[in-house]
């Protein structure tokens, strides 16, 4: 399984990061509504940033906060709409493999009745011409599997699919991880990863929590191999501590490097 290290550090960290493990890097730099505002100089500005960095592999973090593709409201559809397609765009031209959406459902916010079919209704639409670029739906506050997994069926493009956070089905929702991934592992094609107690998304290090990332990762691999993961923590420790979780474990749960 190919490894990225989400770019919540320094760049210098993550340069060392990068030369000492060789992953990739999964930016949030254009899930920010201010550098959407300023697109090209801030793609041209990290593209910079990435060559220095030697970053060789990426992934982008698309928008979500104030966004929300399954509203009632059209105008706030469409200005999802817009800020996915300019995320989109950053994640063309600096050469991104994937870009990974939200969800954006709050539970006690947005009812489930008829959330599927307006999510299906915005994707189908937003992937009529894309092409090359794996779109992934990620689970954050989501309570339930189905209504993902029901997306998931009735997208039928072969660039959708999902990104399954384990720490955020850990703390979110009362189905078990191992579940979130048997389940949905036939369309999960990234994964990320960081730990947590169950009852906050801290983002810990692999293993200082309770969340079950090795049966999950085994019930993903199983299904595809080529599924990618993000190493998501904050810290250049915690980044560590997860990379060498991973490679001990690899050998039960994923092919890592």
């Given amino acids: ?10 760049d210098y960290e993550m340069k060392e990061l990068i030369e000492m493990t060789g992953c990739g890097v999964e930016s949030i730099e ?13 793609i041209r500005t990290y593209e910079k940033r990435l060559s220095r960095m030697g970053c060789k592999e990426l992934t982008i973090h698309g928008p979500f906060l104030d966004l929300n593709p399954m509203a009632y409201d059209k105008w ?19 050469g991104a493999e994937k870009i990974i959406y939200h969800t ?6 947005y009812m489930l009745t008829g959330w599927a079919d307006r999510m299906v209704d915005f994707w189908n639409r937003f992937m009529e011409d894309k092409h090359g670029i794996q779109v992934l739906m990620e689970n954050v506050q989501d309570p339930c599997i189905e209504p993902i997994l029901e997306v ?11 990104c399954l956070d384990v720490g955020h089905a850990n703390c979110y929702s009362q189905e078990s991880v191992t579940k979130w991934a048997r389940r949905l592992g036939p369309h999960v094609k ?5 730990d947590n107690d169950g009852r906050t998304d801290s983002h810990l290090a692999l293993g200082e929590g309770t969340t079950p990332a090795a049966e999950a990762l085994s019930c993903i691999y199983f299904h595809n191999p080529e599924a990618t993961c993000t ?19 690899k050998g039960r749960c994923a092919r890592t490097g």
């Fill in 152 to 162: 998931a069926d009735r997208v039928r493009h072969p660039d959708f699919g999902l």
């Fill in 76 to 94: 706030v559809v469409e200005i999802t709409r817009q800020r996915y397609e300019q995320a989109y765009l950053a994640a063309q031209l600096l």
């Fill in 190 to 194: 990234h994964v990320h990863l960081s």
């Fill in 104 to 109: 954006c459902y709050i539970p006690g916010i």
């Fill in 231 to 249: 190493i998501e923590c904050s810290s250049r420790e915690a980044v560590l501590k997860s990379w060498n979780w991973l490679q001990m474990d």
């Fill in 30 to 42: 254009f899930s920010i509504s201010e550098n959407l505002d300023s697109l090209y100089r801030e």
């Fill in 1 to 10: 399984m190919r490894v990225f290290i989400s770019h919540l550090m320094e």
